[in-house]
């Protein structure tokens, strides 16, 4: 115990007054001096920099920033180790690092030591923050370029791997190699990049809907923490492996429980096991859940909201940005208001506005899925799916990417995504070069996807069929700017795709008939006649065995047969056979059969293709 002495602080007072005053002085003090607590961390540093003013001198602002980058550096150091900095904090985390980036003058009056220096820390921020790189690529792209600047190489192969994810975010195949390559060279000194690079690659095949290609490298991802089995958890569930995702999550959950437990006021530990339980939700059922796991939750409860570690929280200012987003695009498209005062009107066409672009959300629930490992829907239960499609309307789109990102929204059921962005308007404001670039990238998913219908389990397993549906129906829209040889290949397969037993489930119907109908479509009037046979052929439901399920809805052919098919073939010994079966059909199939049946062969008749005995015998028929 040491005894301290305030009397020189209070001896020009009042003798009653002293102890009083001095008891009070004691405590203000120690209340002045109790430590913040780590979730009170604060991203703003204390002094503001002249990179806010663009009228300073270059080299006034490259001294700021080198000091600023001293500050920020200890700001990093004290991140408590969220896995998502809270909303509230992102917000003040990215504006000094915008200013200092766009100030190329500045950034060239620095040292290469302390241009990588500000680099990395602007990159940390906005890294941190979920914000793109894309528009100061340049000055991190020159920063990095000269290895023997950086004192610490793991930070610039941090600032590599933003590069690298920006390549992939803008499908720059070329980049993603050359910044891909960098990595791999400092993977011995530096084995943290390893799992970043292979997660990378497995995004961009991801996103590509080169599933086959995810499969492979899925294996391979390995890396320390939960994050790592909770990424690879998401990518099993874009391959449709439930059961690998379970022990993935499994994995992750066991892990941060621990970490948890070992330290209980660890910030970074109480993060992961936050989002790992909000990752495990996905896959599990209420029923499932142990007591335990109620304790658990009730102990975790208590201490997510106050320490800014709740998920929800993150889910919630989601939402709310997406909607203030939205208004936003609403406000911006009103040109002209009109007033109460008969025949006056204010015009906003010429309105300056600042803020968040609103395509910005989209960015942001991406990075936020990717970071975490959150799948946008899982078997039972959707977190972002319908996120993505609420706030699909502000992209802006621009490139392959956009469009990739597109499709993804539509296969995890996104159908008023589906109408937005592949309506007959927009399929036909597609350039050539990118309506070439779907169609095959669509048409690789189509095949694994088919591929793997043979694994489907039971009635309720409609994870590739309903892909493949997606995949077909958005295909078969593309199709109707196909070059005429590439929509007879289409039609072709669509027709015989009716012969496979894996297009029987009733989600691929309406898609396999749209395939057929929309490539028919794109093929010249002329040419069509030829294929009157083909059509005839389709299989009516009486004809497909194991076809139990809702036959009324199985493709009906006698809607694709126009006028200018209607032409007899001249070899027409196999058309005559097939009339034979259909006029059979119309004697004895089952109701729903006959009149399928029938209205092929009536159209037929009207258009002058039978005989006169094959005309006779259908009317017997009937």
């Not at 946008?376 to 609420?390: D, G, N």
């Not at 006028?563 to 070899?571: A, H, I, V």
Request: neutral net charge; glycine residues 4%.
């Amino acid at each position: 115990i040491s005894p301290i002495d305030l009397s020189p602080l209070v001896a020009h007072l009042e003798t009653a007054r002293r102890n009083q005053t001095a008891t009070e002085m004691f405590l203000e003090y120690l209340l002045a001096a109790t430590p913040k607590a780590a979730w009170e961390w604060n991203p703003n540093p204390k002094t503001r920099t002249l990179a806010w003013n663009p009228t300073a001198p270059a080299e006034q602002i490259a001294a700021g920033s080198k000091e600023l980058a001293k500050e920020w550096a200890s700001i990093r150091l004290n991140y408590p180790g969220w896995v998502i900095c809270p909303p509230r904090k992102r917000e003040n985390l990215r504006q000094d690092a915008f200013h200092v980036l766009r100030n190329r003058n500045a950034l060239a009056a620095m040292t290469s030591e302390d241009r990588a220096r500000i680099v990395f820390e602007a990159a940390w921020r906005l890294d941190t923050a979920l914000l793109p790189i894309g528009t100061w690529i340049r000055a991190i792209e020159e920063a990095v370029e000269n290895e023997k600047s950086w004192d610490d190489l793991k930070r610039r192969d941090f600032v590599l791997t933003l590069l690298l994810r920006n390549a992939r975010e803008d499908r720059d195949q070329a980049a993603f190699r050359k910044w891909a390559t960098e990595l791999e060279r400092g993977a011995d000194r530096n084995p943290e990049t390893v799992p970043r690079l292979i997660y990378e690659r497995c995004l961009w095949a991801r996103d590509g809907l080169d599933f086959d290609e995810l499969g492979k490298l899925v294996t391979t991802l390995r890396g320390t923490g939960p994050l790592w089995s909770l990424r690879r958890a998401a990518l099993h569930i874009d391959l449709g492996d439930f059961r690998a995702a379970r022990l993935c999550v499994d994995r992750a959950r066991a892990e941060a429980r621990e970490a948890f437990f070992r330290d209980r006021n660890s910030i970074w530990a109480l993060s992961r096991l936050a989002w790992t339980n909000f990752c495990a939700g996905q896959l599990r059922d209420l029923s499932e859940m142990s007591g335990s796991d109620s304790d658990e939750m009730a102990i975790l409860d208590s201490i997510l909201h106050e320490r800014s570690c709740e998920p929800w929280e993150t889910i919630t200012a989601l939402d709310d940005e997406i909607e203030r987003s939205l208004a936003s695009q609403t406000e911006a498209r009103r040109t002209i208001e009109p007033r109460f005062e008969a025949g006056t009107y204010r015009d906003h066409g010429t309105t300056i506005r600042f803020g968040t672009p609103p395509g910005l959300v989209n960015y942001v629930m991406d990075r936020l899925a990717d970071s975490v490992g959150i799948a946008p829907r899982t078997q039972h239960v959707v977190v972002l799916s319908k996120r993505m499609e609420r706030a699909e309307p502000l992209t802006d789109y621009q490139n392959d990417a956009d469009y990739l990102r597109l499709i993804r929204i539509i296969q995890a059921g996104g159908k008023e995504a589906l109408e937005r962005g592949f309506g007959r308007i927009q399929v036909a404001n597609l350039s050539s070069e990118r309506v070439m670039f779907l169609r095959e990238t669509l048409s690789k998913a189509t095949d694994y996807a088919f591929a793997q219908l043979t694994r489907r389990e039971g009635w309720t397993d409609q994870f590739w069929s309903s892909r493949v549906a997606m995949y077909t129906e958005v295909l078969s829209r593309l199709l109707v700017r196909a070059e005429p040889t590439e929509a007879l290949r289409w039609f072709q397969r669509g027709i015989a795709f009716s012969a496979d037993n894996r297009w029987r489930w009733p989600e691929l119907f309406e898609p396999l008939d749209h395939l057929i109908k929309w490539s028919l479509s794109a093929i010249p009037p002329s040419e069509r006649s030829a294929l009157l046979e083909d059509i005839l052929r389709f299989p009516l439901p009486g004809e497909i065995s194991h076809l139990t399920h809702l036959p009324q809805e199985w493709p009906d052919s006698s809607r694709w047969i126009e006028p200018s098919l209607l032409k007899r073939p001249e070899l027409d010994k196999r058309f005559a056979e097939r009339v034979t079966a259909l006029i059979e059909l119309v004697r004895t199939g089952q109701p729903e059969t006959r009149g399928r049946a029938s209205v092929l062969l009536a159209r037929l008749q009207i258009g002058g293709v039978l005989i006169a005995d094959e005309g006779n015998r259908f009317g017997e028929a009937l």
